[in-house]
């Protein structure tokens, strides 16, 4: 296998791909996005639960799922995410996908960061950066209350 | 398994490469097909020596680029066995025929009421733009359905019967499934919907470069193709149209080269096939596509049928001893088109690409423009090899290797 290929399939992917964490419904949700990768048939839905915070202090996800259907990659970084997120403010959950588009896009991640620099072999095959960022792109769209289907299409990536 | 191959591979240059480090697998072509040097020298040559506008001018570059698209004209009016070069009208695809057909005819032709049928095995292209005429017109839009669990049991021929009324004003289908691989009876749709008088509209997309093609033995009303899935150039396509019907059927676009005269107020058409082909036309590839189908009865469409129809049954046989797949379309031994889509429990398709990259081996994953089948079959994707004239058998060892170490590596062979 290529080092490229071995660099884009870590342990890290193969095992949240095999037994993805938050995955199903969540009957407690108050918000949810449904996303979309035309191009490949992959989707995925995110649901969370938002909690408001202290008079004065933001809300925060207290819980989040995912499910859906896709590649490794897809399931992999949703299923991650749904890990990274639960705790955040919108603003926190904001800032993280910036760093995780510049892990995938630019293949270097910062040294603070650990679980999500497993994306980074994702530049390599630019094709895939979709899919890496599809689940992020329904946390979003749910975290702004949008309901339209959050698609690959209309972003740069 | 004929050796065809082995004297058409040094026609292609594309293929002489490595991916990867490997040598190149290609696998794609119902994507799209590769290009013999003699298509890529037309282009080539008609840049160097000829190229000007057609139709307008006097001078000899004008007169030889004109003679040579004409010329373009009549052969695949042969290819097609169409009675009439005018029958053969260039657009830049099949998607772009398809969808003068909804437009021009779909306008003229539709009203409440009437029924437009297609299948359920329809590429986006043959469903789409009905979807869109008959929203347009007030008509209904209805799909003869696919049999069994695996669409293995090609269109449901009595469902086709009680869906062909005489409230059908069209009948839109493939000729060959480019997800399933399955051969609709062409012949006996065109019959039939002619008993009820519905038009019929056929998607040759993955069919005319593939295997013998004769619009007037079939009865075809109108007939979809690319240039470029049978060796010819991206960018061009062509709509045949019988001439009775197109001579009364109003252009879909509009201005230059269509027309006979001109007032500020006014204008008139000319006949088929220019009626149809407003502004400068796609020159170079149209004469490129000529070569194609010199190229393409050279080889013998009859040959190059039976080479991708054995490959198809040899990948058949391999395939089916992979842990875990399943292969959708027509089953083993029955009559498939040059094509394999197959799924794995828990590899998806996209992964299954990526992988087969790696060892040079290009294949499709997705959804293959086709959601709606996807659906029903309960499937997001699929991965399709997809054959043609110079793929070997020692290709399809290749692929199913690569497909070996991929189940291996994710853990489920
Ligand atoms: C059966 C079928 N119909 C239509 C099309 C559309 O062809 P094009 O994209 O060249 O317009 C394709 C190609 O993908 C096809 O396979």
Known sequence: ?157 | MSDLWKNVRVDFPILHQQVNGKPLVYLDNGATSQKPRAVIDALVRYYERDNSNVHRGLHALSMRATDAYEGARARVARFINAADPAEIIFTRGTTDSINLVARSWGHAHLKPGDVVLTTEIEHHSNLVPWQQAARASGATLKCVPVLGADAEGGLDLAALDQLLTPQVKLFAFTHISNTLGTINPVAEFCRRARAVGAVTVIDAAQSVGHAPFDVQALGADFVAFSGHKMCGPTGIGVLYGRRALLDQLAPDETGGGMVVNVTYEAATWKPAPERFEAGTPNVADAIALGVACDYLDALSRDQIAAHDAALAQLAMEKLSLLPGIRIIGPRAGAARSGLVSFAFEGVHAHDVVTFADEDGVALRGGHHCNQPLMRKLGLTSTTRASFYVYNTPEEIDALVASLRKILEFFGVA
């Open chain 1, 1 to 157: 296998m290529s080092a490229d290929l071995t660099e884009l399939y870590q342990q890290v992917i193969l095992d949240h791909n095999r037994r993805p964490r938050n995955r199903g419904k969540l009957p407690t949700a108050n918000r949810v996005a449904h996303g979309d990768n035309p191009s490949c048939g992959d989707q995925c839905s995110v649901f969370l639960r938002l909690d408001p915070g202290a008079p004065g202090q933001p809300d925060r996800i207290a819980e989040i799922s995912f499910d859906g259907s896709g590649c490794a990659i897809s399931q992999a970084s949703a299923s991650l995410m749904t890990t990274q997120l639960k705790g955040k403010t919108t603003a926190e959950a904001e800032k993280l996908y910036n760093e995780f588009h510049a892990i995938v896009t630019s293949g270097h991640a910062p040294e603070e960061i650990s679980d999500l620099a497993a994306f980074a072999g994702v530049h390599a095959f630019p094709a895939r950066i979709k899919c890496a960022t599809l689940g992020w792109h329904a946390a979003l769209n749910a975290l702004k209350n949008d309901a339209a289907p959050a698609t690959t299409e209309s972003h740069t990536d």
